[in-house]
């Protein structure tokens, strides 16, 4: 089946070391997106891809980086993550920019120790 | 910026009986999605509408973009405990280089 996957499905790093989420879309979907999620919020966009234009939100902040080297695969970097980087990120595709539907993984649950 | 109604907060019902969702926005949109998210998932989508009126069914769920495009619901009839989560709507304003709002969601819980 076609399917948006995330790995890991939890990940636990330490206060201020590197970490790197991934994601990979079946869908051959132009667009990919990453969210954050906290505990009974919505989802909040930190960013997209359409195709290989990188699209950030006003106020995702620089500590989150992303790359998408393929149309498959998309990856968010925290360079520095804090405890308040501690959340559950999402990653979604869509056919094209101009079409509403979003297809979500199930989610990275990141912990900082 | 734009911000998403979405009303109830939560709702405690009891296995069998029907239950209503809505959300309501500022401005128009042009595509309203409802998403379910379980505990530890990510959500998944169950409806989408497109056009104004538009009534659109999924098995028990019925969902409804409203006339006024700053509307939309969403029905659940004979609800079941595997219908518990967190249901989100998310809309779209408009058709081109625009990304979805979502509203802060509604937790169901089935009582069997």
């Known amino acids: 089946d076609a399917m948006v996957i995330q790995n890991p499905r939890y990940q636990v790093t330490q206060f201020g070391k590197p970490v790197t989420l991934s994601c990979s879309q079946t869908?051959?979907?132009?667009?990919m997106y990453w969210y954050q999620q906290k505990s009974s919020q919505a989802p909040k966009l930190l960013f997209h891809?359409?195709?290989?234009?990188?699209?950030n939100e006003a106020d995702t902040p620089d500590n989150f980086q992303s790359r998408r080297p393929n149309t498959s695969f998309c990856f968010l970097d925290i360079r520095s993550p804090g405890l308040g980087d501690a959340a559950m990120y999402l990653c979604?595709?869509?056919?094209?920019?101009?079409?509403?539907?979003?297809?979500f993984g199930p989610g990275t649950r990141l912990t900082v120790t | 910026g734009q911000q998403l109604n979405q009303s109830p907060q939560s709702m405690f019902i009891q296995e069998g009986e029907d239950v209503s969702m809505n959300c309501t926005s500022s401005?128009?949109?042009?595509?309203w999605l409802w998403y379910k998210q379980d505990p530890g998932e990510g959500p998944v989508l169950l409806i989408a509408?497109?056009?104004?009126?538009e009534l659109t069914s999924n098995g028990r769920l019925t969902a409804q973009f409203g006339i006024t495009r700053k509307d939309s619901f969403l029905n659940i009839s004979a609800s079941i405990p595997s219908d518990v989560g967190i249901y989100f709507c998310?809309?779209?304003?408009?058709?081109?280089?625009?990304?979805?709002?979502f509203g802060k969601g509604t937790m169901l819980l089935v009582s069997p």
């Open positions: 979604a595709t869509s056919r094209d920019r101009g079409l509403g539907e979003q297809y």
């Open positions: 869908l051959n979907h132009n667009v």
């Open positions: 891809y359409y195709d290989k234009d990188f699209n």
């Open positions: 401005s128009i949109f042009n595509t």
């Open positions: 509408l497109y056009k104004a009126g």
């Open positions: 998310a809309g779209q304003e408009n058709s081109g280089y625009s990304t979805l709002t």
